[in-house]
């Protein structure tokens, strides 16, 4: 029952739903960006290299056998380089676009913290914050020139 309890507690403070919405949106994410790889950036890059195709580049190290009747007996050996290419593509632009998307999000969350700024809405407990800070400001210069008289 303790550990029912604790599920419980776990699932209403919001870590197993923020956890679902990360994985859900990832995958989403996941999608986009292998299209981009493939259909948008790839295509050029092949264009640009007399229309290679990069996914089906190998290194072959055995060549495939087969018998007189065409069925193959010994597999090929290879190293699949283009396909390596393609990978570390994809993970280019997945790091530079989650980059990109966390600088916009720490602009965003840094243009709300600022509690002079009145074109965003701060949140209340950077809005307190800031308003004790001002206060506790306002009583050390009152203090100081209590002492210097």
């Known amino acids: 029952m303790k550990l029912l309890n604790e599920f419980k ?11 679902a919405i990360g994985i859900i949106i990832g995958a989403a994410f996941n999608k986009v ?4 790889a493939k259909q948008v950036i790839l295509p050029p ?22 018998d007189t009747s065409g069925t193959v007996t010994t597999t ?13 593509l994809d993970f280019m632009i997945i790091g530079f676009t989650v980059f990109i998307v966390v600088k916009a ?6 243009k709300a913290q600022d509690s ?6 701060t949140p209340k407990d950077i809005e307190l ?14 203090l100081k ?5």
């Open 105 to 110: 999000m720490n602009r965003l969350r840094n």
């Open 9 to 19: 507690e776990f699932a209403v403070k919001g870590n197993m739903m923020d956890m």
């Open 45 to 66: 890059l092949s264009l640009l290299s007399d229309g290679v195709n990069f996914e089906n580049k190998k290194f072959v190290l055995r060549d495939a056998i087969t």
């Open 145 to 149: 020139t209590n002492i210097s008289k």
């Open 116 to 121: 002079k700024d009145k074109t965003v809405v």
């Open 33 to 36: 960006i292998d299209v981009l």
């Open 129 to 142: 914050l800031s308003d004790l800070k001002d206060l506790m400001e306002e009583q050390n210069k009152l």
């Open 76 to 88: 090929e050996v290879a190293i699949a380089y283009g396909k390596l290419f393609e990978v570390f």
